[in-house]
Nanobody
Framework: QVQLVESGGGLVQAGGSLRLSCAAS????????MGWFRQAPGKEREFVAA????????VYAGSVKGRFTISRDNGKNTVYLQMNSLKPEDTAVYYC?????????????????WGQGTQVTVSS
């Protein structure tokens, strides 16, 4: 069993920055592919970013590429999402997810474990 706990969400003005963290417990963290997803009110969950086991490979949704950076610290069992130049349309609940298979896909179906989410609100 893997437990994921997100933190770092909050209210920020457009153009500002936030750093989300996701702490994992359970299996050795370095064996998971990790991803971030988000869900805005009335919308479907969407992919944001993902990172490979070692952190050497990353993928991003087009809407966040160049503004968001995913990283991980396997020594601290934590994955991060640095969000810069935030826009009101980034407002959502952000979830981290773990794939024990090591996948770092943009498909939520590849992830077996999910955190409870952290709210990010960007005001205009």
């Amino acid at each position: 069993q893997v437990q994921l706990v997100e933190s770092g969400g909050g209210l920020v003005q457009a153009g500002g920055s936030l750093r989300l963290s996701c702490a994992a417990s359970g299996r050795p963290f370095s064996s998971y592919g990790m991803g971030w997803f988000r869900q805005a009110p009335g919308k479907e969950r969407e992919f944001v970013a993902a990172i490979s086991r070692s952190g050497g490979s990353t993928v991003y949704a087009g809407s966040v590429k160049g503004r968001f950076t995913i990283s991980r610290d396997n020594g601290k069992n934590t994955v991060y999402l640095q969000m810069n130049s935030l826009k009101p349309e980034d407002t959502a609940v952000y979830y981290c997810a773990a794939a024990p298979s090591g996948s770092y896909s943009s498909s939520g179906l590849r992830y077996d474990y999910w955190g409870q989410g952290t709210q990010v609100t960007v005001s205009s």
